[in-house]
């Protein structure tokens, strides 16, 4: 099982990036797939997640209306789209897949994400 992101780099404040994850070995029908993001010293978050088209995404209040999480299937990818980003976005972001369908997004604790990809830097700054 593989998770592998691309599309980080460097914005500026009001830009966008979109973030890729491709999953091999897994069936990302079955998984609820989440992007998390660390900053340096600070926790790991979770910004987005996507359980199966049914249940829909969730988004924390930081990143809800400037950040949209999408899975395609067909091809076993993830994607992360952000928008006004802010020098607060700064971290490095993960892709990670948690088994189980329905909530998944309700109720998963990182301990449930069972697959994480290396992660990708974004770097907002002026």
């Known amino acids: 099982v593989q998770l592998v992101e691309s599309g980080g780099g460097l914005v500026q404040p009001g830009g966008s990036l979109s973030l890729s994850c491709a999953a091999s070995?897994?069936?990302?029908?079955?998984?609820?797939i989440s992007w998390f993001r660390q900053a340096p010293g600070k926790e790991r978050e979770r910004v987005a997640c996507f359980s199966n088209s049914e249940w829909g995404t969730m988004y924390p209040d930081s990143v809800k209306g400037r950040f949209s999480i999408s899975r395609d299937k067909s091809k076993s990818m993830a994607y992360l789209d952000m928008y006004n980003l802010k020098p607060e976005d700064t971290a490095v972001y993960y892709c990670?897949?948690?088994?189980?369908?329905?909530?998944?997004?309700?109720?998963?604790?990182?301990?449930?994400?069972?697959?994480w990809g290396q992660g990708t830097q974004v770097t907002v700054t002026s």
């Open positions: 990670a897949a948690a088994p189980g369908l329905g909530r998944v997004c309700e109720y998963a604790a990182e301990d449930d994400y069972r697959h």
């Open positions: 070995g897994i069936n990302v029908e079955y998984y609820a």
